[in-house]
């Protein structure tokens, strides 16, 4: 079979203004809780990927009518709490960790069984974070060896439990939120870093009652959620290769349109000032209850850091531009405290250190984190290894790369970022797919 291969060369100054699709984190729950509402929700701005799409459809087959007006909006005909239906098939989860887990969690407490499946990448990752604090309220759920999907899971009564969490983890502790809205009495969890706080934000906006605060939320069972209309923000962690990218080509000077600002989520926007790069936030505002602003982002020369670890909750997902960022600046960059970044989509911080090798520069791995000497990038050939985020990292190298950058497996692109490949060249990229076997 031949995969899809993308070829990035260098190019001109970025300019314009560009709109990146709705966040994947948001569209998920905003599928999640309108389906388990009472009444109708309309979903703006919904991330139309193929990680969220596979969660709607997850609805869709137990039972829940979600209309897409336009590809960017969902009408969802909630059921109610308790109003799901039996799956006729496994739920496949495709490539989205997050639907996965957060599904767990929200199919634990129903009448009836169920099984999710997930692709290849998915299939590595590790659900006892999940199951077993899941089996802790009660929830009867089996996995693989390893803690390994596909997960069976045996709906029934579960019972409020208070947890502390070991790994900052958004979506363990969403999965124990959404498992506490059919739970016993009261659920609290506590996590070790506050991570994003969108499941507490959406089921206030829905009408649950919830209380929370920076690193702990508590809710209990019990309630009615109320169908709301939701505005997602477009994501930051898709903004992110756009951020780096015209702060590395001289000259650029591009404007990203109401990204989400949501502070968990902005440890980037923190890293790459403190390497030096010209980023200002106009025209800030709220935007369906979340903190949205436009990003200028003006080519600036970059410099190493010795990154915060404190900031790397806030910045899980971007750190393989970081790693470009970092490629590209004069000095060593250190960072440190990263090891969840093994079991994303990809081991990132092994994709990363393999692919700038190949690219020329030097990269000293490490448990949790990597130095990262920046030099001059050159041409070559990299893996995405499937991983949406390290493809369109390495489309950045290609920008400033002394000649062409070839990345190799980025269908999965479409998982988070459909569209990219467009949106890039109307900025000013100049980046070309083809068939890998066409080589
Ligand atoms: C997410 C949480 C993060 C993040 C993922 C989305 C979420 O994962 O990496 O892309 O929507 O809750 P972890 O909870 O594993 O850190």
Redesign the pocket.
């Known amino acids: 079979m031949s995969q899809l291969e993308w070829t990035s060369v260098e190019t001109g100054p970025l300019t314009g203004t560009i709109v990146v699709p709705g966040d994947?984190?948001v569209s998920?729950?905003a599928i999640m809780l309108a389906a388990l509402a009472d009444g109708v929700s309309r979903i703006d701005g919904f991330l139309e990927g193929e990680d969220t799409r596979a969660t709607a459809a997850a609805f869709a087959g137990m039972g829940v009518r979600i209309q897409t007006p336009s590809p960017s909006t969902r009408i969802v005909h909630g059921v109610g709490l308790h109003g799901l239906q039996a799956p006729a098939a496994s739920i496949d989860c495709g490539n989205a960790?997050?639907g996965m887990?957060?599904l767990a969690g929200l199919l634990a407490g129903q009448h009836f069984d169920s099984v999710l499946v997930g692709d290849a990448s998915l299939s590595r990752r590790p659900m006892g974070r999940v199951i077993d604090p899941l089996a802790r309220m009660g929830a009867r759920i089996d996995a693989e060896p390893g803690g390994l999907p596909p997960l069976r899971i045996r709906g029934g009564a579960l019972r409020g439990m208070r947890h502390a969490l070991p790994v900052?983890?958004?979506?363990?502790k969403?999965a124990l939120l959404l498992a506490g809205l059919y739970a016993d009495g009261e659920t609290e969890v506590r996590e070790i870093h506050p991570?994003?706080d969108?499941s507490e934000r959406m089921l206030a906006a829905f009408g649950w009652p919830i209380a929370f605060g920076e690193g702990w939320a508590r809710l209990s069972g019990g309630h009615r959620l109320r169908a709301t209309d939701v505005r997602v923000p477009a994501d930051f962690?898709s903004a992110a290769f756009f951020l780096v990218a015209a702060s590395l080509v001289p000259g650029s000077d591009l404007v990203l349109s109401a990204v989400g600002l949501n502070p968990r989520r902005t440890g980037l926007l923190t890293a790459l000032r403190l390497m030096g790069a010209d980023i200002v936030e106009q025209d800030r505002r709220e935007q369906g209850g979340e903190l949205v602003a436009d990003l200028r982002v003006r080519h600036a020369p970059l410099h190493g850091v010795d990154l915060p670890p404190a900031l790397v909750?806030d910045m899980?997902?971007e750190f393989p531009a970081l790693f470009v960022a970092a490629a590209a600046a004069q000095g060593t960059t250190r960072i440190s405290g990263a090891a969840?970044l093994r079991v994303?989509e990809s081991d990132r911080l092994a994709a990363m250190a393999r692919g700038l090798e190949a690219l020329g520069i030097a990269v000293t791995e490490r448990p949790d984190g990597a130095d990262i000497e920046g030099g001059a990038i050159g041409a070559g050939r990299v893996d995405s290894r499937g991983d949406h985020r390290i493809a369109m990292s390495f489309a950045v190298a290609g920008l400033v790369a002394g000649g062409p950058v070839r990345i190799a497996d980025c269908a999965n692109v479409a998982t988070s970022f459909p569209g990219f490949l467009e949106l890039a060249n109307g900025c000013g990229f100049a980046l070309s797919a083809q068939a890998a076997d066409q080589r």
Do not use: W
């Not at 900052?168 to 363990?172: G, H, N, P």
């Open positions: 994947k984190s998920h729950r960790g997050t887990r957060l900052a983890s958004a979506q363990v969403s991570t994003r969108y962690s909750p899980i997902d969840e994303k």
